[in-house]
């Protein structure tokens, strides 16, 4: 949970980005069908988290060009990591007029398989992007990474959303064993850019991006 902000500096988490796209026209039609049927805030944002955390399929995978981070590409494919199923869930809260923001830290997954931390070469994830949302004055965070098959099948405890308080990934999977810790709290921001995503990407994997062509257009 995080402290409430001033109008004026709420605006800047309601309006649209190069990538948090909320004006596109998908984007609009998508939130728009919400706005009709449900009646406040905090239902909209519940419809939105249950959307993001399973019909958006998490996929662990880097992406090398900005039009896979924008959020109307991302509704289309159905698919992303972490940063972008929270670029789509603050594009579509923004388009329902909810404030909406992104929030990063760095977590260690001690669940992650072998092969992946090799690849890594850490179990260290870092810039762990999640969704902020401005609910009944307050901020709340939320977790919709883990989707509900990937979370049966690994034994991971499922994220719920509630409506006035932080919803993460928990610590402990439903066996016992340890699972996430989040670490490093970088916080709440309202706009990512490519750019940005590929500094940090440069300063936590390096190895993972020295063969490849960045396109930055």
């Not at 928990?170 to 590929?198: Q, R």
Request: one cysteine or more; charged letters at 20%; aromatic letters at 14%.
């Amino acid at each position: 949970m995080m402290d409430s902000m001033n109008f004026q500096t709420l605006y800047q988490f309601l309006e649209p980005t190069p990538l948090i796209d909320s004006n596109h026209p998908a984007i609009v039609a998508y939130s728009k069908s919400l706005i009709q049927t449900l009646s406040s805030p905090e239902q909209i944002a519940r419809h939105l988290f249950y959307f993001i955390r399973d019909e958006i399929r998490y996929e662990f995978r880097l992406k090398y060009t900005p039009a896979e981070y924008r959020a109307s590409h991302i509704l289309k494919v159905g698919r992303g990591f972490c940063t972008q199923k929270a670029i789509l869930f603050c594009a579509l809260a923004r388009s329902c007029g909810i404030p909406a923001g992104i929030h990063f830290y760095d977590i260690i997954d001690h669940s992650l398989s072998d092969y992946f931390a090799k690849m890594l070469r850490t179990r260290t994830l870092f810039h762990h992007g999640i969704v902020a949302l401005h609910l009944n004055n307050t901020w709340f965070k939320y977790d919709a990474t883990l989707d509900t098959y990937l979370s049966n099948r690994k034994n991971y405890s499922l994220v719920e959303f509630y409506p006035d308080r932080d919803c993460l990934l928990p610590a402990k999977t439903d066996t016992g064993e340890k699972h996430i810790e989040y670490m490093t709290d970088y916080g709440l921001v309202s706009d990512v850019s490519f750019e940005n995503v590929m500094k940090w990407m440069r300063a936590g994997y390096p190895h993972l991006l020295t063969q490849r062509t960045i396109q930055y257009a």
